[in-house]
């Protein structure tokens, strides 16, 4: 185990990546990266995919018939407490 | 008849959810597109109010909006479809209970995002997952080792990723790692948040998710370099 960052291993190297990227810190800047290319490409590719994880935001759609169940189990709620969600409908704007 | 498989949760406080100290604290918005950090649209703000007084309408116009995204929330969560709609189902109904708490402290969306993100986590909890995989991926695994990563400049990604190999790639993930990876990568959470909500220290989070990571790539260099795993 070296003190100094440009003579880490990449085992070292790669045990401090997890905290470095973490804590934001610019890790294509560490000494050992400009000269590893293994560790850089590593680096680039978890920046990859991390960027790409942000194409999985919402796109499916819950089935049509899940609303009818949810409605069920809220009247079935209400019910069990004596009120009524068609008393309960001011339109107030 | 009711389908959700998993028991209701007492409405308390203004908190989503059970475990949250209220108010829930608003998660990253480092994304400037990301839909939780608007403000919410005059309509859904009239709906909101309507429906904390007990329209029903109000609130089936509430589900409409915010369906999507909650039930694509608990699916890539679970990785299970079935799960995925008894989840946003028990989502929807505890909001139906305690959206009268809600004050405003922060965006309705992402005062709802955490109520759901509550309910999956205690359904995951339920099955184990806290005593399994959060303290299984701090333990180190021989093959999971910093060298495991190792590997020919050539057999690195190309810069792009299809969104469907992602998409396989994170369903695979055991269920641990996936988690991690959408509330950081996907949900934008940070990891002081994510160790609050999972009762972890912040290096166990950035530890998941590196793995999480890796093991993304390997994946997705398997999926797209088959001959080099012959």
């Given at each position: ?91 107030t704007n | 008849m009711p ?168 369903a695979d993930l055991p ?26 220290s912040i290096g166990n ?26």
């Open positions: 185990m070296t003190n100094d960052p440009a003579k880490m291993s990449c085992a070292e190297f790669q045990a401090q990546l997890p905290e470095l990227i973490g804590a934001g810190v610019d890790a294509s800047a560490h000494p050992h990266i400009v000269n590893c290319e293994l560790c850089r490409a590593l680096l680039a590719d978890l920046e990859t995919i991390a960027e790409a994880a942000r194409q999985l935001l919402p796109v499916v759609d819950p089935p049509e018939d899940l609303w009818s169940h949810i409605e069920s189990a809220i009247k079935s709620e209400d019910g069990d407490t004596n009120s009524s969600l068609a008393k309960a409908a001011p339109t | 389908r959700s498989r998993y028991p209701s949760t007492p409405p308390e406080g203004t908190s989503p959810g059970v475990e949250v100290a209220t108010p829930p604290p608003a998660p990253a918005t480092n994304r400037v597109t990301f839909p939780r950090a608007a403000s919410p649209d005059p309509a859904e703000a009239d709906a909101l109010a309507r429906a904390q007084t007990g329209d029903h309408q109000a609130f089936a116009h509430l589900y409409s909006l915010h369906k999507r995204r909650i039930y694509s929330l608990c699916l890539r969560m679970v990785g299970n479809i079935a799960e995925a709609e008894d989840l946003t189902q028990e989502a929807f109904l505890q909001l139906h209970r305690k959206i009268a708490t809600f004050r405003g402290d922060s965006a309705f969306s992402t005062w709802l995002h955490r109520l759901a993100i509550n309910v999956v986590l205690m359904q995951l909890r339920k099955k184990g997952l806290s005593l399994i995989s959060l303290d299984e991926a701090m333990e180190p695994v021989p093959e999971e080792g910093p060298g495991r990563s190792f590997g020919a400049p050539d057999l690195t990604l190309s810069g792009t990723i299809d969104r469907l190999a992602l998409e396989r790639a994170v269920a641990g790692y996936r988690l991690i990876f959408i509330l950081h990568d996907v949900e934008g959470y940070e990891h002081n948040e994510i160790a609050s909500m999972l009762e972890c989070s950035k530890s998941q998710l590196h793995k999480a990571r890796l093991r993304l790539r390997d994946a997705l260099r398997a999926n797209s370099l088959p001959e080099a795993q012959s």
